[in-house]
């Protein structure tokens, strides 16, 4: 059974800007689901879903249907209703995997889940360069140890989450900052992972390694349905314990 993959975008800069959407004329969102599709081909079920569409695209249904969702936000994060963050928290700590994607940090719904303000220093115009500081984890796998973003917008440190329960990536830019680009946690059935590379007047989303560690993230953070077992009731007696069939 293929892993069924929501990918959500704000899908805003894409109508507004020229510039982004000369890069991106699928928007965003349909450049990330193009990735996950070129690296993992029929293990994965990809469908979109965007801010501007009723219920933000993600009905009952769609999120019920959904093993991981990636999740790109920047400008209209305030947007976002409150119960539609609800019901994917509630599905992330259900088990569905949640892959959140460069100034979806501020999203309501990371937020939530981290629990801190996830706040970081940033400017623009810069070039990235990406270390792989964890090569067993199975997010790197087929990434090099060293790759350059020529074109990206710079996070720093200090970034205000929880301490990762693994880091993957670390990155660090032209005017000698460093940051914490690739973060894995796990919050109740759920796993999460952020990766920060993505700003949307580049065409990071193009990037092969870039495509590569989110098709990685997929499959890390999916989390197969459990079997069903059938179960029986059992009684304490004096003779010990003995199931609801065994009983006179």
């Known amino acids: 059974m293929p892993i069924r993959v929501t990918v959500w975008g704000e899908n805003y800069h894409e109508q507004k800007n020229e510039h982004i959407r000369k890069i991106y004329p699928n928007g965003l969102h349909g450049a990330i689901a193009e ?30 249907q959904t093993d ?46 981290m629990g801190t303000t ?23 796998h087929n990434v090099p140890p060293v790759f350059h973003i020529p074109e990206q917008e710079m996070y720093g440190e200090y970034f205000d989450i929880p301490q990762p329960d693994e880091l993957v990536f670390l990155s660090s830019f ?20 952020f990766f920060s590379p993505g700003h949307e007047t580049y065409p990071v989303y193009h990037q092969d390694e870039v495509k590569q560690i989110i098709a990685n993230a997929v ?20 003779l010990g314990w003995m199931s609801g069939s065994e009983q006179s």
């Open 35 to 64: 990735g996950i599709k070129s690296h993992l081909g029929e293990e994965a079920e990809v469908r979109t879903a965007t801010q501007d569409q009723d219920h933000h695209g993600l009905t009952d249904d769609i999120l019920e």
């Open 68 to 113: 991981v969702m990636t999740w790109w936000g920047h400008v209209q994060h305030h947007l976002v209703d409150d119960a539609i963050v609800a019901k994917v928290y509630q599905r992330v700590l259900s088990g569905m995997g949640l892959i959140v994607l460069h100034s979806g940090h501020w999203s309501k719904i990371f937020v939530k889940l």
């Open 118 to 140: 996830c706040a970081l220093r940033w400017r623009d115009d810069d070039s990235e360069t990406v270390f792989t500081v964890n090569p067993g984890h199975p997010i790197a």
């Open 174 to 193: 032209k005017g000698g900052e460093v940051f914490r680009s690739g973060c894995c946690f796990t919050r109740g059935q759920g796993r999460i992972f």
């Open 219 to 238: 499959k890390w953070s999916y989390n197969p349905p459990k079997p069903r077992y059938a179960t029986s009731t059992c009684v304490h007696s004096p």
